[in-house]
């Protein structure tokens, strides 16, 4: 069956515009997840979404940052005026309840200019 | 002291060669253990699930975890060039935390030389 998916795979912008990332879960996944992989960091969470219960934001680094997920499937990470610092691998997952295993995207890599 | 410590690597092996990964983590809360496979440029690939101490065999990989040690490995037997690639371990379900989120090591650079 299809995996993940992310798009764009690419993304290059200049410092202070907005940029959207879109996930694409598995189809029956309830849980979504997207991580931000930064070189020699390792993956940090960011936000998590489970059916309709209201998503954890905790690990979004600052307001700029946002998501939602419409209709409990496909979800779009919105990162506003962009900086510097933003510029890494951002992947989604996606897990199927009462499983605990997390399936992950091919991410998209973000380069802010 | 990080909740989970992998050793970065790089790490360079003959073909044939058993390869041993691992990660240590402080918070013995953690209930279940994976081990992901990530190649340049891709996303993470899940390899290995595992929930309770002791071994478990797939192929060529062995998961092995010990709680008492909070000590997680990963075998690769025999291992191939095509095996090169970037392993991270994570851990989750968390007793009274966020049991929905894993934490990751950072990875470790293993590579396989013809």
């Known amino acids: 069956g299809a995996g993940v998916s992310q798009s764009p795979s690419n993304k290059v912008t200049e410092k202070g515009k907005d940029v959207e990332l879109r996930c694409d879960p598995i189809?029956?996944?309830?849980?979504l997840y997207w991580y931000r992989q930064s070189l020699g960091q390792g993956l940090e969470f960011l936000i998590y979404?489970?059916?309709?219960?209201?998503?954890?934001k905790s690990g979004l680094p600052s307001d700029r940052f946002s998501a939602e997920r419409t209709g409990g499937s496909v979800s779009t990470l919105t990162i506003q005026r962009t900086q510097q610092e933003d510029s890494a691998v951002y992947l989604c997952a996606s897990r199927a309840s009462p499983y605990n295993e997390q399936f992950f995207g091919p991410g998209t890599r973000l380069t802010v200019l | 002291q990080k909740e989970v410590e992998q050793d970065p690597g790089p790490l360079s092996v003959p073909e044939g060669a058993i390869v041993s990964l691992n990660c240590t983590y402080s918070n013995s809360a953690f209930q279940y253990f994976m081990w992901y496979r990530q190649y340049s440029r891709k996303g993470p690939e899940l390899l290995m699930y595992t929930y309770s101490s002791g071994n478990k065999e797939d192929g060529r990989f062995t998961a092995q975890v010990d709680k008492s040690s909070k000590y997680i490995s990963l075998f690769i037997r025999d291992s191939q060039p095509s095996d090169s690639a970037t392993y991270l371990c994570?851990?989750?379900?968390?007793?009274?935390?966020?049991?929905?989120?894993?934490?990751f090591g950072k990875g470790t650079l293993l590579t396989v030389n013809p």
């Open positions: 994570a851990m989750g379900g968390e007793w009274g935390g966020s049991n929905y989120k894993l934490t």
């Open positions: 979404f489970q059916g309709n219960s209201a998503p954890d």
């Open positions: 189809s029956g996944h309830t849980a």
